[in-house]
T-cell receptor, first 115, second 116 residues
Framework: AQKITQTQPGMFVQEKEAVTLDCTYDTSDQSYGLFWYKQPSSGEMIFLIYQGSYDEQNATEGRYSLNFQKARKSANLVISASQLGDSAMYFCAMREGGGGFKTIFGAGTRLFVKA | DSGVTQTPKHLITATGQRVTLRCSPRSGDLSVYWYQQSLDQGLQFLIQYYNGEERAKGNILERFSAQQFPDLHSELNLSSLELGDSALYFC???????????????FGPGTRLTVL
């Protein structure tokens, strides 16, 4: 069965440092998509980055990069040069293939950026 | 601003009542998704519509129903409300054909439902 695991309920990082948020997944599909979303305290869900299962290069979007290790089934989010505004909840998600196009989300990691 | 709009922003109602949540997708997006986010269950996929037709169903209760109209806006109907239905309900939309697995979903601001 499809599953997303985020093992870090909360993390602290010093401003301007890099931080890695862990995500592991389980699927029997060969073709799937992996996503990261940010949810600030205001509540909206903000799309950050996408990685396709067949993409050979790790995805990057500005200060966000996705460390995709297919054999280990991990899709960790790396945020470089953390800013105070990065303090938020971060969700890893996977898009299911096959006949149903559900997206499942992990439990999330709350990131605190310290000044 | 994602371009997805949801109304109302907040809704307070009593147990046993029925409410309707409304979502307008981004211009040009044909797919609409509904999610429920509660403290104990996390973010749960409820249902997806593509161009007016239901395409995928998640953990949606029988008391809940949804539809997508010809103008592509969608409504989520919640009936016989219980205390446990209190949650943040998100709508998301995407612009890629439903046949592909890689479409990015853009979320609306959510409707916070409180059942008293």
């Amino acid at each position: 069965a499809q599953k997303i695991t985020q093992t870090q309920p909360g993390m602290f990082v010093q401003e301007k440092e890099a931080v890695t948020l862990d995500c592991t997944y389980d699927t029997s599909d060969q073709s799937y998509g992996l996503f990261w979303y940010k949810q600030p305290s205001s509540g909206e869900m903000i799309f950050l980055i996408y990685q396709g299962s067949y993409d050979e290069q790790n995805a990057t979007e500005g200060r966000y990069s996705l460390n995709f290790q297919k054999a280990r089934k991990s899709a960790n989010l790396v945020i470089s040069a953390s800013q105070l505004g990065d303090s938020a909840m971060y969700f890893c998600a996977m898009r299911e293939g096959g006949g149903g196009f559900k997206t499942i989300f992990g439990a999330g990691t709350r990131l605190f950026v310290k000044a | 601003d994602s371009g997805v709009t949801q109304t109302p922003k907040h809704l307070i109602t009593a147990t046993g009542q029925r409410v309707t949540l409304r979502c307008s997708p981004r211009s040009g997006d044909l797919s609409v998704y509904w999610y429920q986010q509660s403290l104990d269950q996390g973010l749960q996929f409820l249902i997806q519509y593509y161009n007016g037709e239901e395409r995928a169903k998640g953990n949606i209760l029988e008391r809940f129903s949804a539809q997508q109209f010809p103008d592509l806006h969608s409504e989520l109907n919640l009936s016989s409300l219980e205390l446990g239905d209190s949650a943040l309900y998100f709508c998301a939309s995407s612009d890629v054909l439903a046949g592909l697995r890689t479409d990015t979903q853009y979320f609306g601001p959510g409707t916070r439902l409180t059942v008293l």
